[in-house]
């Protein structure tokens, strides 16, 4: 059974780095056809892509986030990570970790806050 577990601090303040990892067990973070994603919703607003990493470790951001993010993987810890710089109020919401074949792995979700 595929689980995936998000972590990270609940409060970041604004200009500063929100940083989450999100841990994987039941499967391999290198899986072939396996790709990780990140995905947000604030609130009273539906699901947003943040962005992921594939099997073989290319990224892939949203447009509206690029120049703030980055994904990154820790094989040795089956775990990957989001890092999103220069944060605002706006990107607060709950942080959803999903990943498998065909997405179908979802993370309980973790709430973070980004104070002004």
């Known amino acids: 059974q595929v689980q995936l577990q998000e972590s990270g601090p609940g409060l970041v303040k604004s200009s500063q780095t929100l940083s989450l990892t999100c841990t994987v067990s039941?499967?391999?973070?290198?899986?072939?056809?396996?790709?990780w994603a990140w995905i947000r919703q604030a609130p009273g607003k539906g699901l947003e892509w943040v962005g992921e990493i594939s099997t073989r470790g290319i990224t892939y951001y949203s447009p509206s986030l690029k120049s703030r993010t980055t994904i990154a993987r820790d094989t040795s810890k089956n775990q990957f990570t989001l890092q999103l710089s220069s944060v605002s109020p706006e990107d607060t919401a709950v942080y959803y970790c999903?990943?498998?074949?065909?997405?179908?792995?979802w993370g309980q979700g973790h709430q973070v806050t980004v104070s002004s």
């Open positions: 999903n990943g498998g074949d065909e997405y179908t792995y």
């Open positions: 039941g499967a391999s973070v290198t899986a072939t056809n396996y790709a």
